[in-house]
């Protein structure tokens, strides 16, 4: 058996000997990557990466190489497997081979890398800027070509007239093509690139510059306004909007007035615009031309004196209940005297869009068909203004409040009297009244909520001395309930036990009656009887004030002290005092005893005179002595 472990063993130690002589056919010691001609070159340079890897291997065996080369720690795709074959060329270089570059070898399973090294190749190509026509005229577009011939991208593209960048575009290309509008009439433009690096971006220097002179197109519009730019509301005011004659009969030209945001005429090369002019029409008007591309314009002020004021809605804030009286009025406060009298406004006054009276003044009896939106309207000379819309409802007057209880009514405890009506405009105040003296006050503001008051009572007729009292419009709106009628509960009192016939003339086999009676207490009254050791015997409720129980036959066991309880809704548990009650033998009982006593009696006596006898009779015969 020991043979067998010595062996498999050795077998073991071998197999690992062997494998590890496998593995160590060859081992990379370090793995370095140079860069020529240095580091750091200028745009078209040749650079040529150079992995050096020092390996050690089995003398006899030349093992094979792999080389991986990598930028930006992403592959470059070149895998080389000569030992001669380790470099990676870089033709021309341009700032975008600028980067973080490393290589790798790998031999036998056994992978190395090197440390990384940056290239910087520095120098930007200066691109050229060609332009399809030198000549234009305002609202033509050029096309410009901006191009970098042996740059590599991605590249990011500038079309700049020195203030502003006109375009901007990104691209992997080395050219960009645009179409460009030129905004002013004199322009030089030019083109650059740039090239983003991770932490920087690197400028190209200008392309050469082209200066444009762009004839101008003539067309801004000359605004005129008649009958002047300071008028009152209400006059017809006319525009007139028109340009140079060389393009006025061109087809293409359009003319445009408008006013803020809105646009008034679309089309004035022909005619004016007339319109009659309102208050809140004052400000600029503009006069814009457009052909083809270009746009100019002209604007004026123009403002506009009021014929009148906004008409202002006066109407009751205050309270005004259901059966009121109620006026509302309609007044402005100033108008152009130079071109109305007074009397030339003209005013309506509408409900909800409804009109209710052509005046000034209106008089109402408020109601629910008076409750609405009321608006008040002025007119003269064609212009008609309108008041803000104001709400108008009438109050509702309170109505006849409720009083209920919350929970049994119990004498000389405390419970809560409610007070509400079903209909009333809000806040209300409830007063909680007895025998038409108020006890306390308190104010509501949700028609669902209902007044509460704390109270007591110490007999059952006081509950109907209780009243609540509702109002909301002082006391031409005070409103007084019913008064309170609920069941009151009185406590029990302290309850009598009577037994029948009284304890001492109990004797077995009679009937017992035992009576629970209480002085007061609201029925239902639950009356419960104990006896002998405390047992609860009966149980019952009855609607009157007493009770009773029966115990047919009786016997001395059922002899003890017997007690009673009552109670009822006010859970107010009252106990009896204790009756002693004791039952006593019958008198048959009695009169056995007393036979069987007498015959004992009699038997002890016939029993002691018969011994009296037996001894003295043998005293009598006792024989003498005999003679000497």
Same mark, same amino acid.
């Given at each position: 058996?020991?043979?067998?472990w010595?062996?498999?063993?050795w077998h073991?130690?071998?197999?690992?000997?062997?494998s590890?002589?496998?593995?160590?056919e060859?081992?990379? =010691?370090?793995?370095r990557?140079i860069?020529?001609p240095?580091?750091e070159?200028?745009?078209?340079?040749n650079?040529?990466?150079?992995?050096q890897?020092?390996?050690?291997?089995?003398?006899?065996?030349?093992?094979?190489?792999?080389?991986? &080369?990598?930028?930006?720690f992403k592959?470059l795709?070149?895998?080389q497997?000569s030992s001669?074959d380790?470099?990676?060329s870089?033709?021309?270089?341009r700032?975008?081979?600028?980067?973080k570059?490393?290589?790798v070898?790998?031999?036998?399973?056994?992978?190395?890398q090197?440390?990384?090294?940056?290239l910087?190749? =520095?120098?930007?190509?200066?691109?050229?800027?060609?332009?399809?026509?030198l000549?234009?005229r305002?609202?033509?577009d050029?096309t410009a070509?901006?191009?970098?011939?042996?740059?590599?991208?991605?590249l990011t593209?500038?079309f700049?007239?020195?203030?502003q960048d006109?375009?901007?575009?990104?691209?992997e290309s080395h050219k960009?093509?645009?179409?460009?509008?030129l905004?002013?009439?004199i322009m030089?433009?030019?083109?650059?690139?740039s090239?983003?690096?991770?932490? /920087?971006?690197?400028?190209?220097n200008?392309?050469n510059v082209?200066r444009f002179?762009?004839?101008?197109v003539?067309i801004?519009p000359?605004i005129?306004?008649?009958?002047s730019?300071?008028?009152?509301?209400?006059?017809?005011?006319?525009?007139?909007?028109?340009?140079?004659?060389?393009y006025q009969?061109?087809s293409?030209?359009?003319?445009s007035?408008?006013?803020g945001?809105?646009?008034?005429?679309?089309n004035?090369?022909? /005619?004016d615009?007339?319109?009659?002019?309102?208050a809140?029409?004052s400000?600029?008007?503009?006069?814009?031309?457009r052909?083809?591309?270009?746009?100019?314009?002209?604007a004026?002020?123009?403002t506009?004196?009021e014929l009148?004021?906004?008409?202002?809605?006066s109407?009751?804030?205050?309270?005004?209940?259901?059966?009121?009286?109620?006026?509302?009025?309609?007044?402005?406060?100033?108008f152009?005297?130079e071109?109305?009298?007074?009397d030339?406004?003209?005013y309506?006054?509408?409900?909800?869009?409804?009109?209710?009276?052509?005046?000034?003044i209106y008089?109402?009896?408020a109601?629910?068909?008076?409750?609405?939106?009321y608006i008040?309207?002025?007119e003269?000379?064609e212009?008609?203004? =309108?008041?803000?819309?104001?709400?108008?409802?009438?109050?509702?007057?309170?109505?006849k409040?409720?009083?209920?209880?919350?929970?049994?009514?119990?004498?000389?405890?405390?419970?809560?009297?409610y007070c509400h009506?079903?209909?009333?405009?809000?806040?209300?105040?409830y007063?909680?009244?007895?025998?038409?003296?108020?006890?306390?006050? /308190?104010?509501?503001?949700?028609l669902?909520?209902?007044?509460?008051?704390?109270a007591m009572?110490s007999?059952p007729?006081?509950?109907?001395?209780y009243?609540?009292?509702?109002e909301?419009n002082?006391?031409?709106?005070?409103k %007084?309930?019913?008064?309170?009628h609920v069941?009151?509960?009185?406590?029990v009192?302290?309850?009598l036990?009577?037994?029948?016939?009284v304890?001492?003339?109990?004797?077995e086999?009679?009937?017992?009656?035992?009576?629970?009676?209480?002085?007061?207490?609201?029925?239902p009254?639950? &009356?419960?009887f104990?006896?002998?050791?405390g /047992?609860?015997?009966?149980h019952?409720?009855?609607q009157?004030?007493s009770s009773?129980?029966?115990?047919?036959?009786?016997?001395?066991?059922?002899?003890?002290?017997?007690?009673c309880?009552a109670n009822?809704q006010?859970?107010?548990l009252?106990?009896?005092d204790?009756?002693t009650?004791?039952?006593?033998?019958?008198?048959?009982?009695?009169?056995?005893?007393?036979?069987f006593? %007498?015959?004992?009696?009699?038997?002890?006596?016939? &029993?002691i005179v018969?011994?009296?006898?037996?001894?003295?009779?043998?005293?009598?015969?006792?024989?003498?002595a005999?003679?000497v």
């Amino acid at each position: 058996m020991s043979t067998l472990w010595f062996t498999s063993l050795w077998h073991l130690l071998l197999f690992l000997f062997t494998s590890e002589e496998a593995c160590a056919e060859s081992v990379i =010691k370090s793995v370095r990557l140079i860069v020529h001609p240095r580091d750091e070159v200028e745009r078209g340079t040749n650079v040529t990466l150079e992995c050096q890897a020092e390996v050690s291997h089995k003398e006899g065996s030349q093992p094979n190489h792999n080389y991986s &080369f990598y930028k930006d720690f992403k592959s470059l795709n070149t895998d080389q497997t000569s030992s001669r074959d380790n470099f990676y060329s870089i033709p021309d270089a341009r700032m975008a081979h600028s980067g973080k570059y490393q290589c790798v070898v790998n031999t036998k399973g056994q992978k190395e890398q090197s440390s990384v090294k940056a290239l910087t190749v =520095k120098g930007l190509q200066t691109p050229v800027l060609k332009v399809d026509k030198l000549k234009l005229r305002e609202g033509d577009d050029v096309t410009a070509v901006c191009t970098v011939e042996e740059e590599i991208g991605p590249l990011t593209f500038f079309f700049s007239d020195g203030s502003q960048d006109l375009y901007t575009e990104h691209t992997e290309s080395h050219k960009v093509e645009r179409q460009l509008v030129l905004p002013k009439a004199i322009m030089n433009i030019f083109c650059y690139y740039s090239f983003s690096f991770p932490s /920087t971006i690197e400028r190209s220097n200008k392309s050469n510059v082209i200066r444009f002179d762009i004839q101008e197109v003539a067309i801004n519009p000359n605004i005129k306004v008649n009958p002047s730019t300071n008028i009152t509301e209400g006059d017809l005011i006319t525009f007139n909007c028109s340009v140079d004659t060389t393009y006025q009969r061109n087809s293409e030209l359009k003319i445009s007035l408008v006013h803020g945001h809105t646009l008034l005429s679309v089309n004035m090369t022909q /005619t004016d615009y007339k319109m009659p002019i309102k208050a809140n029409e004052s400000g600029e008007y503009e006069c814009i031309s457009r052909l083809g591309r270009v746009s100019k314009s002209s604007a004026m002020n123009i403002t506009v004196k009021e014929l009148f004021s906004m008409p202002v809605l006066s109407i009751p804030q205050d309270k005004v209940f259901e059966g009121e009286n109620f006026t509302i009025s309609c007044q402005i406060n100033s108008f152009a005297k130079e071109r109305i009298q007074m009397d030339d406004i003209r005013y309506s006054i509408f409900q909800d869009n409804t009109p209710v009276i052509n005046g000034s003044i209106y008089n109402g009896t408020a109601g629910k068909a008076s409750n609405g939106k009321y608006i008040c309207v002025a007119e003269a000379k064609e212009i008609t203004k =309108k008041s803000r819309s104001v709400l108008f409802e009438a109050k509702v007057l309170v109505s006849k409040p409720e009083i209920s209880v919350d929970g049994p009514v119990i004498i000389n405890e405390s419970f809560w009297i409610y007070c509400h009506s079903d209909n009333g405009s809000l806040p209300i105040i409830y007063s909680l009244k007895r025998n038409k003296i108020t006890l306390n006050r /308190t104010e509501v503001s949700d028609l669902r909520e209902k007044a509460r008051f704390l109270a007591m009572i110490s007999t059952p007729s006081d509950i109907s001395s209780y009243m609540c009292e509702a109002e909301n419009n002082g006391q031409f709106s005070r409103k %007084m309930s019913e008064r309170l009628h609920v069941p009151v509960i009185v406590p029990v009192g302290k309850p009598l036990l009577t037994v029948i016939p009284v304890p001492g003339n109990i004797e077995e086999g009679s009937d017992v009656t035992l009576i629970c009676n209480i002085a007061k207490g609201s029925p239902p009254i639950t &009356f419960s009887f104990y006896g002998g050791s405390g /047992t609860k015997i009966y149980h019952t409720t009855v609607q009157s004030n007493s009770s009773s129980y029966g115990l047919s036959a009786v016997k001395r066991q059922h002899s003890g002290n017997y007690y009673c309880e009552a109670n009822n809704q006010a859970d107010a548990l009252m106990r009896s005092d204790t009756v002693t009650v004791e039952v006593s033998l019958a008198n048959w009982k009695k009169a056995l005893i007393a036979v069987f006593c %007498m015959l004992v009696v009699a038997l002890l006596v016939l &029993f002691i005179v018969m011994r009296y006898k037996a001894k003295r009779g043998r005293e009598t015969y006792s024989p003498t002595a005999s003679p000497v």
